[in-house]
């Protein structure tokens, strides 16, 4: 068994520090809404979104799962050794509570798993969840895949 195998293996089951918390705003939203093409009111009317089911405008929740990588940068597990990590994807994600312009969210992760794939390549699975700062429920939990490469 490498030793990075074993030093990922010591780590199933802990949960990560949290991340930062950083604030989703309006602006980010209107960028994200130009980058993506998905204008709908309630990610980009404040005015119309007040009088919507959420009482203003929300982040797209495709918006929350790409800040993913960013709020994980400073709470994955990285062994010794690692050249490079990329994302493999996702096997369940669930957007739980809309994100409100103006409030914040920050991460936790948790590694469920860890699978050589072939000498030097990792399949890592963790459970993310996005806590939305002042609301009992997480905007998402999801279980990502990363590959990372000795």
């Known amino acids: 068994m490498s030793s990075t195998l074993e030093e990922l293996e010591q780590q199933i089951g802990k949960e990560s520090k949290p991340s930062e918390w950083l604030t989703i705003d309006q602006q980010r939203i ?20 007040k009088a919507g089911p959420f009482g203003g405008t929300i982040a797209h929740g495709y918006l929350s799962l790409s800040l993913l990588p960013m709020l994980q940068k400073d709470i994955s597990i990285s062994p010794k050794g690692v050249k490079m990590g990329v994302n493999y994807g996702l096997d369940k994600l669930r957007f739980l509570t809309p994100v409100k312009a103006g409030k914040k969210v920050r991460l936790k992760s948790t590694l469920m798993s860890v699978t050589e794939k072939q000498p030097g390549q990792f399949l890592m699975k963790s459970e993310i969840v996005m806590e939305i700062d002042g609301e009992s429920k997480p905007a998402l939990i999801a279980e990502t895949l990363g590959l990372i490469f000795t």
Request: proline share 5%; aromatic share 10%.
């Open 30 to 49: 209107n960028d994200f809404a130009e980058a993506t093409g998905d204008h709908q009111f309630i990610h980009v009317d404040p005015e119309r979104a």
